[in-house]
């Protein structure tokens, strides 16, 4: 599991949360780059990360290859360029949790944090095939790391904006748009009455269904290992 910011801390949160959900015997290996934002929370901010997530790929797979990545950040960034580089799984959290929902409910919407990720999460929607499931995108102004800010406030605000996307959105289950969101989703369900999906924990299990049914990172055409060059 790859957390493309550089915050150590928001990597240990996720990688227990998902260590708790995975099979027994799946092992979670998280790190993060040591260099790059602190934090993603926009476009800037992706395209330093993207070079820096690309850099522990490749260290990966010279030392010790993983049977499968999980790009834990919901913008999932460099994901076709780490498919590129790797025939094993790579999964992004925000195309899993997207899929996950259509084997659930009808409709979704997704929770996130600021407003001017909006368009780029219409396009994560649209790539992924679900623009006619999207009931809301719903962008309660929260940043990244409030969860570890205050905890408490955070999550009253995400549930209220859940709640909102169901009661007026018509949204039949609710994804949760951002990594640092995770742990709350079971308890988020319970109280909505609708499926909420923690998009880790999707990603993680997806993940290792892929290995356990021995697929691979097909190499026919768009995710060729890149073309031979200078790079300077």
Do not use: W
């Not at 369900?189 to 999906?197: K, M, N, T, Y």
């Not at 021995?214 to 190499?219: A, F, I, L, P």
């Amino acid at each position: 599991m790859i957390n493309p910011n550089s915050s150590s801390a928001l990597t240990e949160s996720v990688a227990d949360a998902a260590q708790q959900v995975v099979a027994p015997g799946t092992i979670i290996s998280a790190i993060n780059p040591s260099r790059g934002p602190a934090v993603i929370e926009g476009s800037y901010d992706e395209a330093l990360a993207t070079f820096h997530l690309v850099e522990e790929v490749e260290r990966a797979e010279r030392e010790n290859p993983p049977d499968a990545y999980v790009i834990a950040c919901f913008g999932d960034p460099g994901l076709d360029a780490v498919k590129e580089l790797t025939d094993r799984p790579v999964v992004g959290v925000a195309e899993a949790a997207i899929h996950m929902s259509s084997f659930v409910a009808a409709t979704f919407s997704i929770v996130s944090i600021l407003p001017r990720v909006r368009k780029h999460l219409h396009e994560l929607v649209r790539q992924a095939g679900a623009t006619n499931r999207l009931a809301s995108i719903k962008l309660p102004n929260l940043g990244v790391m409030a969860f570890h800010e205050d905890e408490h406030a955070a999550l009253e605000t995400l549930k209220q904006a859940a709640k909102e996307a169901v009661q007026e959105d018509g949204a039949e289950s609710i994804v949760l748009g951002c990594a640092g969101m995770v742990g709350f989703a079971r308890q988020l369900s319970v109280e909505l009455g609708v499926p909420v999906i923690d998009p880790v924990e999707a990603a993680c299990r997806v993940a290792e269904s892929l290995v356990a049914l021995g697929y691979q990172t097909s190499k026919a055409n768009s995710y060729q290992k890149p073309t031979e060059k200078q790079y300077l």
